[in-house]
């Protein structure tokens, strides 16, 4: 099984509502990340999780709270999101602290609207 | 974090062979070359990395130039279904995944 799973595809919040997005993976990776993707714009890297600790934080806004339950799962939870935050929100995993030297395995997003 | 640079974007002709061209010129010992491609509606695919030799596997292949101040991505006979933005990207030890513009490859059919 070589995939990453996002849940759910598409998301519609409103900016005061609190809700969550998942990823999920069983490829055994311990590397996890969060991206951000603007429409015709590259992702842009929000969190990085090794081995289930956060270690890099590219100076997200508070309103994204990431969590890493376990070495198979990533949560991502939105709270007061204003309507710039509507992307593409991206999961991907590899291999563990070595990764860089490894591919990485991309879900296919979850699609959030804010209104 | 070292820069890759990219054409914005190519044409090429289906079941023609395609070179995307990878500037690095800051590239450090330890980084590792990564492509990877994003079809419309999807998430990134990984595509094929290397450290210093060229690379080939089922999709791709991989040239990397002596001095590893560029590299070549070469789709060997290019099908309607490669159309997608295709990024360089520079991988080091910590681990940060981070894309730059890519090119955008249109095929001709």
């Known amino acids: 099984d070589t995939e990453v799973t996002q849940t759910p595809k598409h998301l519609v919040m409103g900016m005061t509502n609190k809700k969550s997005l998942k990823c999920e993976q069983h490829m055994g990776h311990r590397a996890m990340y969060w991206y951000k993707q603007k429409a015709k714009k590259p992702p842009e890297l929000m969190f990085v999780y090794s081995y289930e600790k956060l270690s890099i934080n590219e100076s997200v806004p508070s309103r994204f709270s990431p969590e890493c339950p376990n070495s198979s799962l990533l949560n991502l939870h939105l709270h007061a999101l204003q309507p710039e935050d509507s992307a593409l929100y991206l999961c991907a995993s590899s291999q563990d602290a070595a990764g860089w030297r490894t591919e990485a395995f991309f879900g296919q997003g979850t699609r959030l609207t804010v209104v | 974090d070292a820069k890759t640079t990219q054409p914005n974007s190519m044409e090429s002709n289906e079941e023609e062979p395609v070179h995307l061209p990878c500037n690095h010129s800051?590239?450090?010992?330890?980084?590792?070359i990564h492509w990877y491609r994003q079809l419309p509606s999807q998430g990134p695919e990984y595509v094929i990395h290397?450290?210093?030799s060229n690379v080939n596997n089922r999709m791709a292949s991989l040239a990397i130039a002596e001095d590893r101040k560029s590299s070549t991505l070469i789709l060997h006979r290019a099908t309607l279904r490669d159309a997608a933005v295709y990024y360089c990207i520079l991988r080091d030890y910590r681990d940060k995944i981070i894309f730059g513009k890519g090119t955008r490859l249109h095929i001709l059919p």
């Open positions: 290397g450290l210093t």
């Open positions: 800051t590239i450090s010992g330890t980084d590792y």
